[in-house]
């Protein structure tokens, strides 16, 4: 596990919300960043170190991370970053297409002006990304692409499930995406999500939402 020397001092600083709050939010960003590797045991003095706290809120931050899914704690040993199975992935990949696609349906009803040109933008800046050669800030345009239409759908039930979901899938998904030709592909989906958003088409939202997210499947399937 890397030491960011700079993460100590923002946490220091930023002590608006709960400590524990603050210091589960930093170990979420290290695990899906792949800072901490999955399978990787979270070592509690070294990080207390780096955050600048005690022990008992990364503990604490451990114990939330796991009802969550992204770590695992074991008896006598300590708490690991979970590393997923395939069969684990797959079935995650399987319950988010059902979420993508009703989110995308939904936002398709109720979508105005004003999100259909945000979630171009979103596209915009993911083919930037693309012909620049960044795939860690495509990485990271995608996550917020989805989420924006995820709290855009209005259905703040399945919003929370598609997220949670997301968290897991997110241990995994640095292997799908990868490569110009991979990024690209993944952006025609986006497309095709968006273009039916625009038009109201909600059945054809559902389809190109689900669709999107069981390439990302396959994808996953064709790198083991």
């Given at each position: 596990m890397e030491i960011d020397q700079d993460i100590r001092h923002a946490t220091m600083f930023k002590r608006q919300r709960p400590l524990v709050l603050e210091?589960?939010?930093?170990?979420?960003?290290?695990?899906?960043?792949?800072?901490?590797?999955?399978?990787?045991?979270l070592n509690?003095?070294?990080?207390?170190?780096?955050l600048g706290v005690s022990?008992?809120?990364?503990?604490?931050?451990?114990?939330?991370?796991?009802?969550e899914g992204l770590?695992?704690?074991?008896?006598?040993?300590?708490?690991?970053v979970r590393k997923l199975?395939?069969?684990?992935?797959?079935?995650?990949y399987d319950l988010r297409a059902l979420m993508a696609?009703?989110?995308?349906?939904?936002?398709?009803?109720?979508?105005?002006?004003?999100?259909?040109?945000?979630?171009?933008?979103?596209?915009a800046r993911m083919d930037r990304a693309i012909t620049a050669g960044d795939e860690a800030a495509y990485f990271e345009i995608n996550l917020a692409f989805h989420d924006r239409i995820a709290e855009a759908a209005g259905s703040e039930r399945?919003?929370?499930?598609?997220v949670a979901l997301g968290k897991e899938v997110r241990l995994m998904r640095r292997r799908v995406l990868h490569g110009a030709p991979a990024l690209a592909r993944s952006n025609m989906e986006h497309d095709r999500i968006v273009t039916a958003i625009e038009a109201g088409d909600a059945e054809a939202a559902r389809v190109a939402g689900a669709g999107h997210h069981e390439h990302g499947k396959k994808r996953l399937l064709d790198t083991l």
């Open positions: 210091v589960r939010d930093e170990l979420e960003r290290m695990i899906l960043h792949g800072d901490i590797a999955p399978g990787e045991r509690e003095y070294a990080l207390a170190e780096q022990r008992a809120p990364v503990r604490e931050a451990a114990r939330s991370l796991e009802r770590v695992t704690a074991v008896a006598n040993e300590g708490v690991y199975s395939v069969d684990d992935a797959l079935e995650l696609g009703h989110l995308c349906a939904a936002l398709a009803r109720r979508a105005d002006a004003a999100i259909k040109s945000e979630l171009r933008d979103f596209m399945a919003r929370a499930l598609y």
